[in-house]
């Protein structure tokens, strides 16, 4: 490694990613994104170094006027030893007043569902949480955007081959 990177290797793609959540765009239909910070313990931050997580099953919910992250599998730290973490405890996340208010407004008025879409390290090594506010598909609605999807893919390559 270089002596610019202090020594620190960024786990996963390019940018930082650590793990996203594909099923999401599928299943929502995403309508606003919001950044959040996370509460970790270290070994949570060791173990998500590695690229260890998945937000498969997680949602996020705001409760007594604080989001939290819940359901996200962050496994233990192999080298972790008493002081490791729970691989599924509810998560709290850094949100402005502003946008935690906007999303319980969402959540209450509207149906909406607040998802996680991407878990990723920032420029500054910090872990960030991407979440969006969204709306649920129907079947239907999920045929559809995927067949508005696969004519858009097999449209660009007969433009390329064409």
């Not at 955007?145 to 696969?150: A, L």
């Amino acid at each position: 490694m270089s002596a610019k990177s202090g020594g620190r290797k960024k786990s996963g793609a390019g940018d930082g990613t650590i793990t996203e959540n594909r099923r999401a765009r599928r299943d929502f239909e995403v309508t606003e994104t919001f950044e959040a910070g996370l509460v970790l313990q270290g070994t949570e931050v060791k173990s998500l170094r590695l690229g260890k997580a998945n937000l498969a099953h997680s949602f996020a919910t705001v409760r007594e006027g604080e989001g939290y992250l819940m359901n996200a599998d962050i496994p233990e730290y192999v080298a972790g030893n008493r002081h490791n973490h729970k691989a599924t405890q509810p998560r709290k996340l850094l949100l402005h007043k502003r946008e935690l208010n906007k999303l319980m407004a969402a959540v209450q008025r509207d149906g909406m569902t607040i998802v996680p879409l991407k878990l990723y390290f920032n420029e500054h090594g910090r872990a960030k949480l991407l979440l969006g506010l969204a709306r649920g598909r129907k079947k239907g609605d999920k045929r559809d955007v995927e067949k508005k999807r696969d004519w858009q893919r097999q449209k660009a390559r007969l433009m390329k081959d064409g």
